[in-house]
């Protein structure tokens, strides 16, 4: 049996956006892929998802604890070819945009926590082959692609931006693939009140970590103008808070 090594979760390209009428799908993202990364995907929050999407999966979801007092909302979730629900994520503060600080001149506050299920090796959509476990680079990936879909250079003009991001899309990729290397350093943060490791790294754009959990989950988040530092993670109680 042909076995394909990918730790890659969902099914759509990187650079595609659920589409009108689709809630609650985010694209396919992650390390370990046979194509090469393309545009990271720019999930508008502003257009809400419902929790369909969210009710649908069987691992619990993950969003700041109740230490964080500011907005929370529902971004997206990624699926498997047969439906079946792999990752998701919720934001915190405020809604980001791309151009961000260049457009409005004000800083943006936010922390996106992205959950990707703990899964075993499994079977390709297409039956013919197994596809790798999700693991904490997959995390990583999600979270390094993600703050890099609202982030823009300034002076850059937006028919650079696309090599750009193409560049920095495969940077990110690579990065989740080494997490032990230099660009990474360890940051323990709660997460259910439980002292949890995170892999750690910082840009010009923001921040992203990824850990693991002890609930079957892995953990990846990323953002800006609010410090990774003081940042504590728990299980979603009530989805409700989100909407």
């Known amino acids: 049996m042909e076995t394909t090594s990918s730790s890659r979760v969902g099914t759509q390209t990187a650079e595609a956006l659920a589409p009108a009428g689709a809630p609650g799908q985010e694209p396919d993202t992650g390390p370990h892929s046979d ?5 990271a995907p720019a999930p508008v929050p502003a257009a809400r998802r419902t929790a369909e999407g969210f009710l649908a999966a069987d691992f619990p979801w993950y969003g700041l604890d109740g230490a964080f007092s500011g ?38 506050r936010f922390a996106v926590v992205i959950t ?32 890099l879909a609202y982030s823009w250079p300034g002076q850059m003009d937006h028919s650079l931006r696309n090599d750009w991001l193409d560049q920095q899309t495969e940077a990110a990729w690579e990065l989740a693939d080494d997490l032990a290397g230099e660009d990474w350093s360890t940051l323990s943060l709660p997460v259910d009140g439980e002292p949890t490791a995170f892999h750690y790294r910082e840009s010009e754009f923001g921040w992203v970590l990824a850990g693991s959990t002890g609930s079957g989950v892995h953990l990846g988040a990323y953002g800006r103008g609010m410090s990774a530092y003081g940042l504590g993670f728990s299980a979603i109680a009530d989805l409700g808070s989100y909407e």
Not at 35 to 39: F, R, S, V
Not at 80 to 86: H, N, P
Not at 124 to 137: K, R
Request: glycine letters at 16%; aromatic letters at 2%.
């Open 35 to 39: 194509t090469q990364p393309q545009e």
């Open 71 to 108: 907005p929370r909302w529902l971004m997206q979730v990624g699926t498997a070819a047969d439906g079946t629900v792999e990752h998701g994520s919720t934001g915190h503060g405020d809604e980001p945009s791309a151009r961000g600080e260049i457009a409005t001149g004000e800083k943006e």
């Open 116 to 147: 990707v299920a703990s899964n075993p090796l499994r079977r390709s959509g297409d039956g013919t082959g197994v596809l790798e476990a999700t693991s904490v680079a997959s995390a990583a990936w999600l979270a390094g692609s993600g703050l």
